[in-house]
């Protein structure tokens, strides 16, 4: 399933900053950053379920909040992407 997530951490309080760089670096375990605060994710359902409990682990839940959006199986025809980042495709080859 292909998954956006998106997030948004209180960082003017004390351990802010903390949590805002724990989300992202979890996030980035499971997928690819696409903007400051939004990752895009192909996972299947064991991984999902794994990447909202180490989130919901990390955030507060009074003053933080992420966004979990599934796009299903057929991801690619709900996605239209325009601008600088139209490149990424979660699917396609990796060069390096």
């Not at 992407?81 to 060069?95: I, T």
Request: aromatic letters at 10%; glycine letters at 8%.
């Amino acid at each position: 399933m292909y998954v956006l997530i998106t997030y948004d951490v209180a960082t003017g309080e004390d351990g802010g900053e903390r949590r805002l760089r724990r989300v992202a670096k979890t996030c980035v375990k499971y997928g690819q950053r696409v903007q400051c605060s939004v990752f895009e994710c192909l996972l299947d359902p064991a991984q999902y379920e794994l990447l909202k409990h180490e989130l919901a682990e990390i955030i507060d839940k009074e003053k933080d909040s992420l966004l979990f959006y599934n796009l299903g199986k057929n991801w690619k025809r709900r996605v239209e992407r325009l601008g600088a980042n139209d490149a990424y495709d979660p699917e396609g080859l990796l060069l390096i």
